[in-house]
């Protein structure tokens, strides 16, 4: 891929993300076949490889908004490849080598299972990440301070995580304990229930982490963290958000 398309597309790319952060709320369900977009029209043809960790409502409006915003912002110019990871983690990376392999130019990962595969397969073609939360937590990047740098950039879906911790004490004032749930198999989520357990033992709240490894290990750690406790519902994550709906567990301390 030579340099003068690179730099085309990226300047391109930099009205689609100032337009994806209004898209992605609002957005239809993302169909999932392959070649979404159309190679019609005047211009210069680009390759976007799109690899979604799983079918869910907010990832695929993610991932429409992107579609949408793309090809607004060069009509008739963009191919899509939408891959969907059906929720393996390992089937991200061979989504991911297979845009390498095609020379596609730019990724998309969609959710941070999806974005670590990016990084192991590519340090040329650029990337960009959405429905991430963290991007230092996800690459394993030391003094992040908001610059990801090389070919990897994105958008972030963190939430105030103090806010959070203030919204438990005000919602469930009389719990002592609370339960945290998080999935062990995503960075993510481990950084944001050791965050909010911080808050919380900062206001005299003892937090205790419940950990999962998926969907399906789910129903144990809820029983444990409600048993003893008032229980939050699991810190978000592309796997918490599929498992569960919102809850709230009534305080037992």
């Known amino acids: 891929m030579n340099t003068k398309r690179i730099i085309s597309l990226v300047a391109s790319l930099a009205l689609v993300l100032s337009l994806s952060v209004g898209l992605t709320g609002c957005g239809d369900k993302a ?10 029209g005047e211009g210069t043809k680009y390759t976007v490889g799109i690899c979604q960790l ?29 891959k969907n990871a059906s ?18 130019d730019l990724i998309m990962a969609n959710a941070t299972p999806a974005l670590q595969a990016a990084q192991s397969a590519t340090n040329e073609i650029p990337v960009l990440g959405t429905s991430v939360t963290e991007y230092g937590v996800a690459l394993g990047l030391t003094d992040f301070s908001g610059t990801v740098g090389g070919n990897i950039s994105g ?34 989520s481990q950084y944001q229930v050791d965050e909010v357990q911080k808050y919380l033992e900062a ?6 982490q419940y950990a999962f490894s998926d969907s399906n290990d789910l129903s144990s750690p809820v029983r444990r963290a409600s048993a003893p406790a008032a229980a939050w519902p699991p810190c978000p994550s592309a796997t918490t958000t599929l498992a569960t709906p919102p809850v709230r567990w009534p305080s037992r301390s």
Do not use: R
């Open 31 to 40: 169909a999932q076949d392959d070649n979404q977009g159309s190679t019609d």
């Open 155 to 188: 958008t972030s879906d963190l939430a105030p995580l103090d806010q959070q911790a203030d919204m438990i004490v005000e919602w469930m004032p009389d719990a002592k304990k609370v339960g945290l749930l998080y999935c062990s198999a995503e960075a993510n």
């Open 203 to 208: 206001k005299g709240v003892t937090a205790t």
């Open 87 to 104: 929720g393996d983690n390992a089937n991200c990376s061979t989504i991911v080598n297979g845009f390498v392999s095609d020379g596609v």
């Open 54 to 82: 799983v079918q869910h409502e907010a990832l695929d409006a993610a991932t429409q908004g992107f579609i949408d915003a793309l090809n607004e912002a060069l009509p008739g110019q963009v191919e899509f490849q939408n």
